[in-house]
C-alpha cells in the first residue's frame, strides 16, 4: 500500500492529526463510514422516506463525497426519496482550500466533486449553511464547537459518521456530551462507524445504549468501531 504525494497529506495545526489516511483517504471513507454503517445495503432495506446521516468533524468533506457519489450510484428504487446529511466543524475551510486538497480524488470522484465545489459556501460567514444537493439531498453544515452545537439538533439521526481527529489529539471531540446526544438523537437501530476503537469512547457508547464492535480498519489500522444504537429496546 503506498502512501499518498506528500504535498496531499493534510495536517491539522490545531490537532497535529492528519485529516484522512495517509494511503487513500476516499479509499478509507468508503471502508470505514460506508462499509462501517452498512451502506447501501441499508439504505436498501429502509423503510422510511428520508435517511439522515450526522457527521462529528466535516472537514474537506471527503466523507459528504463519498457517501453522495454512492447515493447517485444507487437505484432510485432501491433506497429513500431523499437524504439529510448534518455536519458540525469548529475550523471551517475555505473552497479554495479544500479545491486544492481534494484535486487528487479529481478523477475519481468526478461529476460530485465539482457540483460539491458549486455549492460548498464561498464566504464561510453564516453559522449554519443549508445547502439543496442535487434533487433529493440536503447538506446542513453546522460551523461550531459539536459539544455546543449537537445539544440544539433536533433531526432524529439514522446513521452517525464519527470522524474527529485521533482521541488522543482531540479528547473533547469523543465526550460525554456528544454521546448522550447521539442516544437522545438515534432512531431506532440507528448505526454508527468511527475509525478509532478507543477503549473510553467504546464504553462511552456502550453507556448510552450502542451495542459497539471491533472489526478490520483500513489499510494497516488493526481495529476500528461500529455499532447498532438499542437504547430504546432496552428502555421498552
Ligand atoms: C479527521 S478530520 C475530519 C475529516 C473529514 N471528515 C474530511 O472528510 O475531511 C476532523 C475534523 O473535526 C473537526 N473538529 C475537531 N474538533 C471539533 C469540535 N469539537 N467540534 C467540531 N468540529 C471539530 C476538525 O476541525 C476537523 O475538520
Same mark, same amino acid.
Given at each position: 500500500?503506498?502512501?499518498?504525494?506528500?504535498?496531499?497529506?493534510?495536517?491539522?495545526?490545531?490537532?497535529?492529526?492528519?485529516?484522512?489516511?495517509?494511503?487513500?483517504?476516499?479509499?478509507?471513507?468508503?471502508?470505514?463510514?460506508?462499509?462501517?454503517? #452498512?451502506?447501501?445495503?441499508?439504505?436498501?432495506?429502509?423503510?422510511?422516506?428520508?435517511?439522515?446521516?450526522?457527521?462529528?468533524?466535516?472537514?474537506?468533506?471527503?466523507?459528504?463525497?463519498?457517501?453522495?457519489?454512492?447515493?447517485?450510484?444507487?437505484?432510485?428504487?432501491?433506497?429513500?426519496?431523499?437524504?439529510?446529511?448534518?455536519?458540525?466543524?469548529?475550523?471551517?475551510?475555505?473552497?479554495?482550500?479544500?479545491?486544492?486538497?481534494?484535486?487528487?480524488?479529481?478523477?475519481?470522484?468526478?461529476?460530485?466533486?465539482?457540483?460539491?465545489?458549486?455549492?460548498?459556501?464561498?464566504?464561510?460567514?453564516?453559522?449554519?449553511?443549508?445547502?439543496?444537493?442535487?434533487?433529493?439531498?440536503?447538506?446542513?453544515?453546522?460551523?461550531?464547537?459539536?459539544?455546543?452545537?449537537?445539544?440544539?439538533?433536533?433531526?432524529?439521526?439514522?446513521?452517525?459518521?464519527?470522524?474527529?481527529?485521533?482521541?488522543?489529539? #482531540?479528547?473533547?471531540?469523543?465526550?460525554?456530551?456528544?454521546?448522550?446526544?447521539?442516544?437522545?438523537?438515534? #432512531?431506532?437501530?440507528?448505526?454508527?462507524?468511527?475509525?478509532?476503537?478507543?477503549?473510553?469512547?467504546?464504553?462511552?457508547?456502550?453507556?448510552?445504549?450502542?451495542?459497539?464492535?471491533?472489526?478490520?480498519?483500513?489499510?494497516?489500522?488493526?481495529?476500528?468501531?461500529?455499532?447498532?444504537?438499542?437504547?430504546?429496546?432496552?428502555?421498552?
Amino acid at each position: 500500500m503506498n502512501d499518498l504525494p506528500r504535498a496531499l497529506i493534510l495536517k491539522s495545526e490545531h490537532y497535529d492529526d492528519v485529516y484522512f489516511s495517509v494511503h487513500d483517504g476516499l479509499a478509507e471513507s468508503r471502508h470505514v463510514f460506508l462499509q462501517g454503517n #452498512n451502506l447501501p445495503e441499508r439504505l436498501e432495506a429502509f423503510e422510511q422516506e428520508s435517511f439522515t446521516i450526522c457527521e462529528t468533524g466535516f472537514g474537506t468533506g471527503l466523507n459528504f463525497l463519498s457517501f453522495w457519489q454512492m447515493w447517485k450510484a444507487q437505484k432510485e428504487e432501491n433506497r429513500p426519496k431523499r437524504f439529510k446529511y448534518i455536519s458540525f466543524e469548529k475550523y471551517p475551510l475555505t473552497n479554495e482550500f479544500i479545491k486544492e486538497n481534494l484535486s487528487y480524488w479529481e478523477e475519481s470522484l468526478g461529476e460530485v466533486l465539482k457540483q460539491y465545489l458549486d455549492i460548498y459556501p464561498a464566504g464561510l460567514n453564516q453559522k449554519k449553511y443549508i445547502l439543496p444537493v442535487g434533487e433529493d439531498g440536503e447538506l446542513i453544515l453546522v460551523f461550531g464547537d459539536v459539544n455546543e452545537e449537537m445539544p440544539k439538533l433536533q433531526d432524529k439521526v439514522d446513521c452517525w459518521f464519527l470522524d474527529g481527529f485521533k482521541p488522543s489529539c #482531540n479528547p473533547d471531540m469523543w465526550s460525554e456530551t456528544v454521546f448522550q446526544n447521539m442516544a437522545r438523537l438515534s #432512531n431506532s437501530d440507528a448505526s454508527f462507524a468511527t475509525f478509532t476503537a478507543a477503549g473510553f469512547v467504546r464504553r462511552g457508547l456502550e453507556r448510552v445504549g450502542f451495542d459497539v464492535r471491533k472489526v478490520k480498519g483500513y489499510g494497516r489500522k488493526r481495529e476500528m468501531c461500529i455499532g447498532t444504537y438499542k437504547g430504546r429496546w432496552s428502555c421498552a
